[in-house]
């Protein structure tokens, strides 16, 4: 009897290793389009109706700012809303001038928390008028506040 020789294995392709290029391709566009989205929020100045929820800020260069200035051409600002109801605008470490309004009483719901830009420029944080409290700097120049 003559012996037998091994089956043959048709070596095609499988379908499903086509799948990590779509993946390798995908996921790095939609963490580019996030940082866009974000990054889009993030160095927007405050226009009239938007408000600045406390613990959050605004950054004039926005993900560029880890960068170095002479790379980026950004002079650094950081608008920020503290929680203690003080609003605070920051040239890189040095602070040009902070706004004090007030905090939302635990309930009301009628207070909006935060810092609200009105059509006619006013702030007024935590439903209350703000005051510039520290610095005499000009505060729109035109970041951070679109009139």
Do not use: H, Q
């Amino acid at each position: 009897e003559a012996p037998r020789s091994a089956p043959s294995v048709d070596k095609k392709k499988s379908s499903s290793g086509g799948g990590t290029s779509v993946f390798g391709i995908l996921i790095p566009v939609l963490v580019a389009g996030l940082l866009y989205k974000l990054n889009d929020f993030v160095t927007s100045p405050l226009t009239p109706g938007d408000v600045l929820a406390p613990g959050l800020f605004r950054s004039k260069c926005g993900i560029l700012s880890v960068l170095p200035e002479s790379l980026t051409g950004c002079d650094p600002a950081l608008l920020k809303m503290g929680t203690d109801g003080v609003l605070s605008l920051y040239a890189g470490d040095d602070l040009l001038w902070e706004m004090k309004g007030a905090v939302c009483a635990e309930g009301n719901e009628a207070c909006v928390p935060g810092a609200v830009l009105d059509a006619s420029g006013k702030v007024t944080i935590g439903g209350a008028k703000s005051k510039m409290v520290g610095g005499k700097g000009v505060v729109n120049t035109p970041w951070p506040f679109d009139l």
